[in-house]
Structure formats: C-alpha cells, structure tokens
C-alpha cells in the first residue's frame, strides 16, 4: 500500500476579525502592496498559524520590500550546509 505523500493543506483565513494579531498582520500586507482587500493566497493560506505568517511576513518585507536577506540565511548557504 503505497503512502500518502501530500503535504497536509492550511485553510485559508480571509476574516481575521476575531483574531487582533492576524488582523494587524493582514492589514500591514495589504498596506505593502501584497492584495487589495484581503492578502493574497499565499498569505491567508497561513491564517490558521498566525505565528508562521508573522515570521513569512517578516522573511519576506526583508527580503522582497527591503532587499536584504537576513544573516542566518547568507551563513546558511556560505557554509555549504545546504542539501538540494
């Protein structure tokens, strides 16, 4: 019997009005450009785990808003510690 390999799904959140940290979250997203009304899919597709979308959302305004990548990631790859 063969296993099952797929990757288990987030539901997408698209009211965060219960949630006050979600909510500030999504409005900073849609303020950077990321959506209009609601944040774009790969975003709400993290809704249910506020605190992983808080560390994207952070990865991502460094690396796609500001153009920085953080130090740990550029160590990560100099050291050769990646395995592809």
């Not at 796609?64 to 953080?70: C, K, M, S």
Request: aromatic share 12%.
């Amino acid at each position: 019997m063969a296993a099952n390999l797929e990757a288990p799904r987030f539901k997408r959140v698209l009211d965060p009005s219960d949630n006050p940290e979600l909510s500030s979250l999504y409005q900073d997203i849609v303020a950077s450009g990321f959506g209009k009304d609601v944040p774009a899919n790969w975003f709400t597709s993290q809704g249910e785990r506020p605190d992983l979308l808080s560390a994207n959302w952070t990865f991502a305004q460094q690396l796609l808003i500001q153009g920085q990548v953080v130090v740990q990631v550029l160590l990560y790859f100099a050291t050769g510690r990646r395995k592809f």
